[in-house]
C-alpha cells in the first residue's frame, strides 16, 4: 500500500509540473505576441506619422502657387458651398471668336483679375508698358527726287526724338495696353444672345476703369460701335434700340482709348458661323498689308492699291453661293491727331486715290472694309455717333 501512494503521490507532482511548464511556455508565447503587437504599433504609428506628414505637404503644395503665394485666402471659408476663386497666373481660357487665336485671359499674367478691373497704370511701372508689334515701316514706289531718300532731313530727325521720348511712348504703349485688355475681355462675353446695348454699355465700363478715366486727361475714344451685317460702320444702339446678336450676323466692333489726348482706335470683326471664314480673313490679311506699306514718304494711293489687290484676290461662299470680295470704295483710314480722331489726312483702300504722302511725326489707323454687295455705302438709319468739329470758330454765349 506504501508503494502505491507513493506512486500515485509521483504522478501528480509530475502532472503538475507538466502544467506549469504548460501554463510557462503560454506565458512566453503570449509575451512573444505582445511583443510582436507593439512593434507593429509601433511601425503602424510612425508609418502613419509620415503618412499624415505627406498629406500635409501635398496640401500645402495644392494651396500655394508656383510663387509661394495662397490663392485660397478668401474671407467665405465658413461657408463651405461658397465658391473659391483661385487666381493663376497662367492664361487658361482659349479664344473663341474665329480667326483671333491666343487667350482672352493673357492678362492675368500681369496680374489682372478675370473680369479686369485692376487700372492698366498700377499693373506697370512708368516706361514699362508692353512694347506690342514693331515692324519696319514701307518704302515708296515713287520717290520724289527732291527728297532725299535716306531720310535724314532734320523735320525727321527732330520728329524721331519726339517719337523717342518716352513719355510720349508711355502714353501710346498704355492706351494701347487698355484698348488690349478691354478687348480680350469683350471677346469672353460676346456670343449669339447677347443684347447690344448691353454690350457696348459693359465694354465701355471696362475701358472706363482700366485706364482709370478723367475727364479729358484719360478716357474713352469714341463711342463703341457694334456695326452688324449690311451696316458698314459708325453704328450704336440708341436708348430704345432692342438688337440682339444671331448666330448668323457679321459685327464689327470698334472702340478707342485716349491718354492725354493720345488716342488709340482699333477694331475686329466677330462672326459665330464658319462660312464667313474667307470674308473675315479677306479683310485681315488686307489690314496686315495696308500696316506694312505704310511709312514715311508713302504715297496713300500706293497704300490703297494694295489693300485693293489683297482684298479682292479672296471670295466666300454663303449659302451655296460664291460672291467676290470687294474693298468699300468710299471708306477709308485716317490719320489721328491729339483729341482729334479724324486728323485730316485718308488712307484709302483702293488705287486710284491721293498722291498724298505720309509725313514723319503722323499717327494713322490702317482701316479696311471687305463687303459682298456693291462695295459702295450710303448715309442711312439714325445718326448714334456725334463728334465736335475740330476747326470750328469760338461763338460767344452772349448775343449782340
Known sequence: MAELIEEIDKLKVEEEEKKVEEDENENDDEEEEDNNNNNNEVKNDSEGKKKKKKKKKAKKKKNTTNDGTNPNNNNNTNNASSSLSITSTEPSRVQTHRLLGGFNDYYIKYGQTIE???PVADLFRPGSFPVGEIQPHGETKNPDPNMNLKRKTEAEKRAADRVLET???DKLRHASEVHRQVRAYAQS??????????????????NRRLVRENGLQAGIGFPTGCSINHIAAHYTPNPGDKVTLQYGDVMKIDFGTQIDGRIIDC????????????????????????????????????????????????????????YPVKAVRNLNGHSIGPYQ?????????????????????????????????????????????YMKDFYAPHIPLRLP
Open 189 to 206: 462675353f460676346i456670343q449669339p444672345g447677347i443684347d447690344l446695348a448691353d454690350m457696348c454699355e459693359r465694354i465701355e465700363e471696362c
Open 167 to 169: 513719355e510720349l511712348l
Open 267 to 322: 477694331a475686329w470683326t466677330v462672326a459665330f458661323d464658319p462660312q464667313f471664314d474667307q470674308l473675315l480673313a479677306a479683310v485681315k490679311d488686307a489690314t496686315n498689308t495696308g500696316i506694312r506699306c505704310a511709312g514715311i514718304d508713302v504715297q496713300m494711293c500706293e497704300i490703297g492699291e494694295a489693300i485693293q489687290e489683297v482684298m479682292e484676290s479672296y471670295e466666300v461662299t454663303i449659302n451655296g453661293t460664291t
Open 116 to 118: 479686369p478691373s485692376i
Open 341 to 385: 480722331i479724324h486728323a485730316g489726312k485718308s488712307v484709302p483702300i483702293c488705287k486710284g486715290g491721293e498722291a498724298t504722302r505720309m509725313e514723319e511725326g503722323e499717327m494713322y489707323a490702317i482701316e479696311t472694309f471687305g463687303s459682298t454687295g456693291r462695295g459702295w455705302f450710303v448715309e442711312d438709319l439714325e445718326c448714334s455717333h
